[in-house]
């Protein structure tokens, strides 16, 4: 790895690791659909408690950050492009699922990161 591409990983992953003020319009779960050839978000909606974390807005109990959360999305979207997926979601509806930039900001390149992997057949993880 160059020296450039070292540097770019490293600011990347001090960066991941800042913290970030939940949104509470809710969060989005950003996937493939490597048939259809779809980037795919999922918006849930929640509550953020005193302590700043994220619950659910019918029990008040906090998400786990590990294993599977059984819960139904607000909304689906779906799109071959980053660019067609965040028009859908900031610009055609009526809905406001985002309230913080910063989050509108790393919706914006999640959904950048997912259409490449998409182009080149590659799995995604968001991050």
Known sequence: MNVILATQSAINDQ????FIELDPGGYFLIYLDQDAELICAQHFTNDINEQGLAVDPQTGEPFPCHGKLERQPTATFKAKTAKELCIQ????????????????????????RAEIALAHGNDYVQD
Request: charged content about 25%; hydrophobic content about 45%.
């Open 89 to 112: 979601i900031f610009e055609n509806s009526e809905q406001v699922w985002v309230t913080k930039f910063d989050h509108a900001a790393y919706l914006g390149r999640e959904l950048m």
């Open 15 to 18: 960066l991941s690791n800042r």
